[in-house]
């Protein structure tokens, strides 16, 4: 892809901006474009199909977002179907179910898709860790609260801005964006 284009960053969750922002180090151009959201097994596939979409409402170069966390003794589920879960039953049901598998590891997952006259591509970055006993720490958003991440006792909710920054699946996803661009 060539690092010509002006690229912009459709997403309409201010917290992802911010986020991505920091990780880069400059302002990200964004845009707020409503967006039918395919529903698929992994956050690869949604990210990809976001991207094409956006290209064809904005007809220029765009990056989306897509994550989920996979818990390793539910299969990979729920992926990207985790905001569902998180807006129905709760941060705390995802934790209750953790309980019942036995197995608290799972997978963040971020997946960055572009699409621009060039063609369109995902990249993905990942984290591992487990899922605590229950929500802590008020830092971050979405399932921050609950995911602690591979060598820490602490959630990303717990961790400031720069300590979640330098161990996430979203970090890992932009710095693959980066070298792509």
Known sequence: MSTKQAWVFV???PNKVREAERILGFTLEHAAVDLDELQ???VSAVALAKAQAAFQ????????????????GLGGFPGPFI??????GGLTSICRTADGLGDRRVRAVCALGICSAEGSQVVEGAAVGTIAAAPRGQNGFGWDAIFIPEGEERTFGEMSAAEKDARSHRRRAWELLREKL
């Open 57 to 72: 409402k904005l007809g220029r170069p765009v990056i989306v977002e897509d994550a989920g966390i996979e818990l390793l």
């Open 83 to 88: 905001k569902y879960w998180e807006k129905l």
């Open 40 to 42: 698929a097994e992994n």
């Open 11 to 13: 997403t309409g969750n």
